[in-house]
C-alpha cells in the first residue's frame, strides 16, 4: 500500500530564513501531491498543488518541488515568519475519487 | 471564494447516543465531500468519500452502520455517529471539492468526546 513520510515531526528556525519541509512516498506513482496548513484544532488550508509533469510551483513565499525519481517533495517558506507556525500536512493522490492520503505532517515553529 | 463550514466545532455526549455532523459548501456546489478522524499528532485518516445522490464509499475498517453519510445535495453532507462510545471521541474533519480530483477545502473540524 502507499506510504507517505514527512521527515522531520518538528522543525524550528530563525525569523527570516528559509524552512525547507520533506515529503517522500513509496509504493505508488501519484497524479499530484498537495500541500496544506494546519492549525491546532482546525481544518486544514490548501496552499499548493503540484502535478507528476511539474517539477515546481510557487505562489509568493512558497515553493514546492516534486521529483517523481526520488519519490519526493521538498516544501520551501522563504523570508519565514512567525505566523508561519504552523503544521504542514503533504498529501498524496489516493487513485481513488479524488481521495487524498496525508502524511503526518510537520510542526514547523519560526522564532522571532 | 471555497468556503466550508462544519457544524458543530465541539460536541460532548454520553455513551450510547448519536451525533450528527453538518457539512456545507457555502459558495460552490461540491459533487465530492470527504470525511475524515484524526487523532492527536496523528494525520488525517479517511473514513468515506461521498458523491451527491449516490451511497458513500467507506474505507476499510470503517464500520458504515455506525458512521452514516448522507450527501443529499451538492451543499450538504452529514455525518452521523450513531451509539457513540468513548473510543469514537475524535476531531471529524470533513472537505469537499466541485469535481472529484479537485482541490479538497476543509471544514474547521468538530471535537467529539464522549463521555
Known amino acids: 500500500s502507499q506510504k507517505i513520510e514527512q521527515n522531520s515531526e518538528a522543525l524550528n528556525i530563525q525569523e527570516g530564513k528559509t524552512a525547507t519541509l520533506t515529503c517522500n512516498y513509496t509504493n505508488y506513482s501519484p497524479a499530484y501531491l498537495q500541500w496544506y496548513r494546519q492549525d491546532p484544532g482546525r481544518g486544514p488550508v490548501f496552499l499548493l498543488l503540484i502535478r507528476e509533469n511539474e517539477k515546481e510551483k510557487r505562489k509568493e513565499r512558497l515553493k514546492v518541488t516534486f521529483d517523481t525519481t526520488l519519490k519526493q517533495s521538498l516544501f520551501h517558506i522563504t523570508a519565514s515568519q512567525p505566523a508561519d507556525s504552523a503544521t504542514y500536512l503533504c498529501?498524496?493522490?489516493?487513485?481513488?475519487?479524488?481521495?487524498?492520503?496525508f502524511g503526518k505532517g510537520t510542526k514547523l515553529s519560526v522564532k522571532p | 471564494g471555497a468556503v466550508v463550514s462544519q457544524h458543530p466545532s465541539r460536541v460532548i455526549c454520553k455513551s450510547g447516543t448519536s451525533v450528527k455532523i453538518e457539512c456545507r459548501s457555502l459558495d460552490f456546489q461540491a459533487t465530492t465531500m470527504f470525511w475524515y478522524r484524526q487523532f492527536p499528532k496523528q494525520s488525517l485518516m479517511l473514513m468515506a468519500t461521498s458523491n451527491e445522490g449516490s451511497k458513500a464509499t467507506y474505507e476499510q475498517g470503517v464500520e458504515k452502520d455506525k458512521f452514516l453519510i448522507n450527501h443529499a445535495s451538492l451543499t450538504l453532507s452529514t455525518l452521523t455517529v450513531t451509539s457513540a462510545h468513548p473510543e469514537d471521541s475524535s476531531f471529524y474533519i470533513c472537505?469537499?471539492?466541485?469535481?472529484?480530483?479537485?482541490?479538497?477545502?476543509f471544514g474547521a473540524g468538530t471535537r467529539l468526546s464522549v463521555l
Open positions: 472537505s469537499a471539492s466541485r469535481v472529484s480530483w479537485d482541490i479538497q477545502y
Open positions: 498529501a498524496l493522490d489516493g487513485g481513488s475519487q479524488g481521495n487524498l492520503i
